[in-house]
């Protein structure tokens, strides 16, 4: 259904994230998939849809609207999520098979989540980083657009690293420089590994890396080293480990996913503190790994203003949603309303801090502009 294009959204990600209980009853992210069948039978669009009883794992924020609902002796939860769980990467949600025609499935697979949504009784229904052209189909359709800010880094054709580091203004090119110089120095080599070659050692250490971080953070590791073994394996050639060996020991690293054209960062974590090894496992070896593949795009994660100086410029994202309650649609589409345009002032104040000189090439138009 599905290409390599938006490797998250793949069959073998989300089952894998089923088949070893990273979703489900214990983190509220109960499957409830939509699947559009043709004539023949065969299925020609899907939806990645849950059942939520809480908000966790999604990283577009409405716990006020849930504390709203609970104020007036209403029930936000349970309500019906169409998103990627515990990642904030943008892509189709509306998935449709390539020879299909795409509209009348798109609006089949729409119209039959909003009626499971009202007969359910469920609160609301929510779209979750949304493309472009998944975007314009909800809101033709009804659903309230939310504007957020992310910052991504864009391929302009460069040649190399230091041809990428040549399109900065002279001080942004010199952090950088000194921050690369910072790991090399410390004695660290850099190794990244597809991950259908790495070896079941190798990603049970990565997953130490992905649970330190949680553990500092009081947080929750909710993917198991089964989940990370198994899309190792069934999808590999989409998935990279980015190692920082020290002194023949890895110290720390990054899990990233590939897709036809773009590269996402997901995950990172480490057992020793050196200068500006986050930096580099996270973003400059992305950044090389995208100019040596002829990727256009990398998404390194969810916000992070420190990301600007670094070659990541604001890129404005989407979710669509519907609410049952029409008085408290009205009054949300109100805060989206408010919220869109301090977002745009947002975005637009963070473009003025651009590392990029005035005179360079910075890639492609960011998707979705200001409206």
């Known amino acids: ?96 098979h390539p020879d299909a025609d795409r509209k009348p499935v798109v609006r089949a697979l729409i119209d039959r989540a909003l009626t499971l949504t009202e007969q359910s009784g469920f609160s609301s229904l929510h779209w979750l980083f949304t493309d472009t052209q998944d975007t314009g189909m909800l809101v033709e359709q009804g659903f309230m657009r939310r504007t957020g800010c992310h910052f991504h880094w864009h391929n302009a054709g460069y040649t190399s690293f230091d041809d990428f580091l040549g399109h900065l203004n002279s001080r942004k090119r010199k952090k950088i420089r000194r921050e690369r110089r910072f790991v090399r120095e410390a004695g660290i080599r850099m190794e990244v590994i597809a991950g259908n070659e790495s070896t079941e050692a190798q990603w049970r250490v990565m997953h ?62 480490c057992s020793r503190e050196f200068h500006s090894l986050h930096f580099e496992t996270c973003y400059y070896q992305g950044i090389e790994y995208c100019i040596d593949h002829g990727l256009m795009l990398f998404e390194p994660g969810a916000q992070g203003e420190h990301k600007i100086s670094r070659g990541f410029l604001p890129t404005l994202t989407w979710s669509a949603h519907w ?31 651009s590392p990029f000189r005035q005179d360079s090439r910075t890639g492609p138009a960011e998707p979705g502009k200001p409206a």
Not at 332 to 340: G, V, Y
């Open 208 to 269: 130490q890396f992905y649970r330190s971080t949680f553990d500092r953070k009081s947080g929750i590791p909710t993917l198991t080293p089964g989940f990370f073994l198994e899309i190792g394996r069934t999808m590999g050639e989409q998935v990279l480990l980015v190692f920082a060996v020290h002194q023949g020991k890895p110290v720390a690293g990054a899990i990233m996913l590939r897709g036809d054209d773009a590269l996402y960062g997901r995950h990172w974590g």
């Open 1 to 96: 259904m599905s290409g390599t294009g938006s490797p998250c959204v793949r069959h073998e990600f989300l089952v894998a994230l089923e088949r070893h209980g990273c979703v489900g009853e214990t983190y509220g992210w109960l499957p409830r998939h939509l699947v559009a069948y043709d004539e023949t039978g065969r299925p020609a669009g899907v939806v990645p849809l849950y059942l939520k009883n809480n908000s966790y794992g999604e990283f577009v924020f409405d716990w006020s609207w849930a504390e709203a609902f609970q104020r007036a002796g209403m029930a936000y939860y349970p309500k019906l999520v169409a998103a990627i769980p515990y990642t904030p990467i943008t892509g189709p949600r509306l998935l449709v």
């Open 323 to 353: 609410v049952r309650d029409e008085r408290f649609g009205a009054a949300i589409n109100r805060f989206l309303t408010h919220e869109h345009d301090m977002v745009v002032d947002y975005y637009q104040e963070m473009q003025r801090y």
